[in-house]
Structure formats: structure tokens, C-alpha cells
């Protein structure tokens, strides 16, 4: 293995800085559990009753799926990006275009966390300065109403009075169109949402180190509130026992009445499992920094191991107290499916009067903050090392003066800003967003899984700082078809057409590649991508798994086109 660059020597001109320790890469992925507001209206609104448990059955699964990533980072302690550029090492022995299918696809689906995570934002900003009023059968508006217009019903006064009283900023929009299936707007949660992400761009701007210490600070604002949320109704006695009986899935998404265990309702659970994946898997973004840690070798796993520990109590105590709290009638409120309203539940399960509810709120958006802040950061790294190692093209290798990937950055934010410009549609095109989106990540998670025991095996003689019992490696490569099922299964639940959305995303980076391998440096990869392994090109025609790696793909696709097929609403 290659030697590791001292903390102590200055970074070379257009490398990464080795500035920061394991406690650095956990306040950067100290965003993860804020995923939890990104879905967890849409997954009790799909679910029901069992909300609280496919979020449990989640964590820990990407819980024991992460030592599988945490046992390859060791294995290249100068490169950066993540879980997926280290598990597309393993398989380029195998198919040039398996492995930049790995990087690309853990790029779209971090990516767009940024846009999601700033329309929710917005939403909740928009929710504070410029709420929409309320009004019932007894409000003196809707009695007014009624009184001036002869047989108008109480339903017909509300939905007058409340239109006419929410503020305008509400309805204005600059320009909107439908767009094949979802359709996009630039309104006021976009140019809300625009703004913070140049904040938060600029944060990024000054590299790994400032950006660990800002988290740091956000994180500690954040995570403490979190943790109240998810005890305070717990000790006060706010929880419902009844909120959770009877286990069974719903007859229909968004529609409180019980169903069963049927093709329908598995199908509806297997859409849940699909899209909680997103949220609770994201923690394996704590080792996108490898080669900007000071000690790779006990750093990485460090990093991964607490930040999943973290991630394993948010994500199971925050929907528990969520759904004990507002029941199932609560939860298919229609401000929690959309995510708007998920803030202000959040912070009246509390209690404690309106400067506690607003302050709550405002932490609220702060960790949608400190999310994006993550996101960022990981998916930036994705797209910089995918260029240093030859997958991507050469424009987003370069590296600023405060050692940040500021052209993947910038590739990052000008991607967001349109995504944005959909997310911040309606609730529909958000879960369509964030469907495709999640079907990158399973195509990354079946391939790296699958990348720890073909590292095993080509790559078995060398010294791994942190090795994982084989039991779990075995079982992550189990997982790996678990999750082409949630896919194959699940995201039709979502959208009919986000599956094959995120097929056809995902091919796209057949042109891409193909441009940089062979437009680029024709057909040639970079001396140094293999140096880790110690290994150089030729080293790539040893193939020790045989023809395994193949049988693996093939049984991923047809496992994922049964489930599509069986699984059925």
C-alpha cells in the first residue's frame, strides 16, 4: 500500500488538505439525521401504523451494511469521495463501465439533497414569515362569508376566506410549466431556497476544515433539539400506545383506512423501505474525506461507526415519537405528506409556548442546513475524485487555494438550481425528485456492497486498517438484492415512471465516460488510480472472481424486473 502523506507536510498544489480527524468527518455528516424531515411525512402517508418500524428495519440495515464500506475506505487512504469510488475499483477489473456506473449513480443521488433540502427549507421559512391563516366552521370569517353569500356550505366559506386571507408572496411565481411528469416553477420557495444555497456554497468555499468547524457549531444546535424532540414526548406521556396497533399496511397510500398483508399492501411497505433508504443509509457519507484525514488508518472507521451511531438513534427515536404522538389520522395531515408542516409538529409535540414552537422551527431549518451543508461536501468530493481517477471529465479535478473542489462544486449547484426549480413545484414532483434520485443510490449500494467481496478477493493480500467479520460482509452482499427488491418494488409507489427515470439517469454516464476515456485520454486511465493497490494497468486482466461479478449483475436485474413485476398496487 501506498505510503500515507504525513498531517504534518503541506498538501500539494491541487490536493486535498489532510486537516482533519474522524471527529472532523462526524460533524459532516452530522446533517444525515436531518434526511428524516425529508420523508417522513411521505413514509406515514404510504405506510401508516408501520412508519415507526420501516424506519427502524432502515437504520439497521444501512447500520450493518456500513462496515462493508468502512472495510474498503481502508484500502485507499489517499482518495476521496466515498464509498463509491472505492467499491468502482473493484469492479473495473470486470467492465470499464460497471465501476463510473458506481460513482455516478452515488452522485445523482446525493446530489440532489441540496435542492430538496432547500425547498423544505424555504417551505418552512415561507411557513414562519408569511403563514397561511386558519380558519373553522365558528372563525367570524367564515360566518361573514356565509351570511353574504345565500347556500354557500361552511367547506365552501373556508376554502373562500382562507384564499383570500394568505398572503400573496404565497401564490406568486415568476414563471412555471409542466415538464413530461412533473412540473417545475420558479416561485418564492425557489428564490428562498437559491439563496441559501449560495450561503451554504460559500461555506464550502474555504474547504474541509472550515466547513467541519461551521458544522461543528450547527451540528451541536441541532442534534440537542433533535434529541429533545424525540425524548420530551416521551417522558411527558404524550405517547399514544394505541398510535401503533394494528400492524398492517394500509389499503391505499394517503388514506387512513387498514388493508393487509397483500400484494398491495407489501408493495406499499416495499415503497417505504425504498425511500427511508435514502435517509437512513446516508451516514456512509462520513467517509468521503479519506484522503483529507489525518490518520486514514483509524480514522475511517471511526468516522463511519459514530456517525452511524448517531444516525441509529435520530432515525428510530424521532419517527417512534412522531407517530406516537399524532397518530395515523395526524400523520396523513396533508402539510406532513407534503413536508411543510413536518417542522411545526415537530416543535408543538414539545410544548412550551409560541418561543419555544418558533425556536424549535428555526433549529428545524438549521439542520435542513446542516444536511445540505453535508451534501455538499460528499457529493462534491464524488464528482472531484471521479475526475482525478479518470471516470468523469478533467474540468472537475481542480482543487481551490483552501484545498476545496471548487468546479465540482459549482457543477453541483448550477445541477441544483434546476432540480430546485421542480422540487419546489408541488409535492409530486418532490417525491419524483427524490425517487430517481433514490434509485442511483440502490444501484450504488447493490455494486459497493458486491465491491467488498470482490475486494476480498482480488485484493485479499492487502493489509486492511479495520477488516470486517466475514459474516457481515456476506450478509451486506444479501442486503445488496433486499434493496434491488425496495427499487424493483417500491418506486413505482412514488411515481409510475420513477424507476426507469432512474434507469435511464443512471445510463447517462455511458456518454460521459466515454468521453473522458476515450476522447480524453484515450483509452487510457491515470497512472496514479490503482496506486493505492499497488497496482498499475496491467495488473487489471487478473480476474480471480471469474465469471461471479457477472453472475451477480445479472441476478441484481432480474431480481429487481421480478419485484417490479410482482409487486403491484
Known amino acids: 500500500m501506498s505510503t500515507i502523506v504525513s498531517a504534518l507536510v503541506p498538501a500539494a498544489e491541487g490536493k486535498l488538505h489532510r486537516n482533519i480527524d474522524w471527529r472532523g468527518a462526524f460533524w459532516v455528516a452530522s446533517g444525515v439525521p436531518a434526511l428524516v424531515l425529508f420523508s417522513i411525512g411521505g413514509i406515514a402517508g404510504t405506510t401508516g401504523k408501520l412508519a415507526f418500524l420501516i424506519w427502524t428495519v432502515s437504520m439497521i440495515m444501512g447500520f450493518l451494511q456500513s462496515f462493508t464500506y468502512a472495510e474498503i475506505a481502508g484500502l485507499f487512504p489517499n482518495k476521496s469521495g466515498g464509498a463509491s469510488i472505492y467499491g468502482a475499483t473493484a469492479w473495473l477489473r470486470y467492465s470499464k463501465f460497471i465501476a463510473p456506473l458506481s460513482v455516478w449513480c452515488n452522485w445523482f443521488a446525493w446530489s440532489p439533497v441540496l435542492s430538496l433540502g432547500c425547498s423544505i427549507a424555504a417551505a418552512y421559512i415561507l411557513n ?3 403563514p397561511v391563516p386558519l380558519f373553522t366552521d365558528t372563525s367570524p370569517e367564515v360566518a361573514a362569508y356565509i351570511a353574504a353569500n345565500t347556500g354557500a356550505s361552511a367547506a365552501d366559506a373556508i376554502t373562500a376566506v382562507t384564499a383570500a386571507a394568505t398572503p400573496a408572496i404565497r401564490n406568486w411565481t415568476l414563471y412555471g410549466h409542466t415538464l413530461g411528469p412533473v412540473s417545475f416553477t420558479f416561485n418564492a420557495t425557489f428564490l428562498i431556497g437559491a439563496v441559501l444555497m449560495l450561503i451554504i456554497f460559500s461555506i464550502q468555499h474555504r474547504g474541509i476544515l472550515g466547513t467541519a468547524n461551521v458544522q461543528k457549531y450547527i451540528g451541536l444546535f441541532v442534534i440537542i433539539p433533535m434529541l429533545i424532540v424525540g425524548v420530551v414526548p416521551i417522558v411527558t406521556g404524550q405517547i399514544d400506545w394505541a398510535n401503533f396497533p394494528p400492524l398492517v399496511p394500509l389499503a391505499a397510500a394517503y388514506a387512513p383506512e387498514p388493508g393487509a398483508w397483500n400484494i398491495a399492501g407489501w408493495t406499499l411497505v416495499l415503497g417505504g423501505m425504498f425511500i427511508a433508504a435514502w435517509s437512513t443509509y446516508g451516514f456512509e457519507t462520513a467517509i468521503c474525506y479519506t484522503s483529507e484525514f489525518k490518520n486514514p488508518g483509524t480514522d ?256 441484481g436485474i432480474v431480481v429487481m424486473l421480478l419485484a417490479n413485476w410482482l409487486f403491484v398496487i
Request: net charge neutral.
Open 128 to 130: 414562519a414569515l408569511a
Open 300 to 555: 475511517t472507521f471511526k468516522a463511519i461507526f459514530y456517525s452511524g451511531l448517531l444516525c441509529m438513534l435520530l432515525f428510530i427515536l424521532v419517527p417512534f415519537t412522531f407517530q406516537g404522538v399524532l397518530g395515523l389520522n395526524g400523520m396523513l395531515a396533508t402539510p406532513i405528506v407534503d413536508g411543510s408542516g413536518v417542522a411545526d409538529a415537530l416543535a408543538g409535540m414539545v410544548g412550551g409556548g409560541q418561543l419555544i414552537h418558533s425556536l424549535l422551527v428555526m433549529l428545524m431549518i438549521l439542520a435542513l442546513v446542516l444536511c445540505i451543508m453535508t451534501a455538499m461536501a460528499g457529493s462534491s468530493r464524488t464528482l472531484y475524485q471521479g475526475s482525478v481517477d479518470g471516470w468523469l471529465p478533467r474540468y472537475l479535478s481542480h482543487i481551490n487555494e483552501h484545498g476545496a473542489p471548487t468546479r465540482a462544486m459549482w457543477t453541483d449547484l448550477i445541477f441544483n438550481l434546476a432540480v430546485l426549480a421542480i422540487a419546489s413545484a408541488d409535492a409530486t414532483s418532490f417525491f419524483f425528485i427524490l425517487a430517481v434520485s433514490n434509485c442511483g443510490y440502490i444501484i450504488f449500494n447493490f455494486l459497493n456492497l458486491n465491491a467488498g467481496w470482490i475486494h476480498r478477493i482480488d485484493n485479499g493480500h492487502i493489509a486492511r486498517p479495520w477488516r470486517a467479520p466475514s459474516w457481515l460482509l456476506g450478509l451486506g452482499a444479501i442486503f445488496a438484492y433486499v434493496n434491488m427488491i425496495f427499487m424493483g418494488a417500491g418506486a413505482k409507489v412514488w411515481n409510475p415512471m420513477a424507476l426507469w427515470a432512474g434507469l435511464i439517469t443512471a445510463a447517462l454516464i455511458i456518454p460521459v465516460f466515454c468521453f473522458r476515456h476515450y476522447i480524453q485520454d484515450k483509452g487510457m486511465f491515470p497512472d496514479h488510480m490503482l496506486a493505492d493497490l499497488g497496482m498499475n494497468s496491467s495488473d487489471l486482466a487478473v480476474r480471480k472472481a471469474g465469471i461471479l461479478p457477472y453472475l451477480t449483475l445479472i441476478a
